[in-house]
């Protein structure tokens, strides 16, 4: 059972609690994807730009 669905189970689904934890669970779960493919791309730009530099003496 996921984090999510475990927490839900505790708060009830049927409480507003459980309603708004659902809600943002699904929230996370549609962003998590994207968020983590620009977070890949930034860490490889910055590696990039800090491989390119010169290097101070």
Known sequence: ????????????????????FG?????LLLVNTPLRQIMEQ???NHADRN???PVAE
């Open 23 to 27: 809600v943002a669970a699904e929230f």
């Open 42 to 44: 930034w860490q490889q």
């Open 1 to 20: 059972m996921g984090r999510h669905a475990r927490a839900a189970q505790i708060l009830g689904a049927a409480t507003p609690a459980g309603a708004r």
């Open 51 to 53: 491989a390119r530099a």
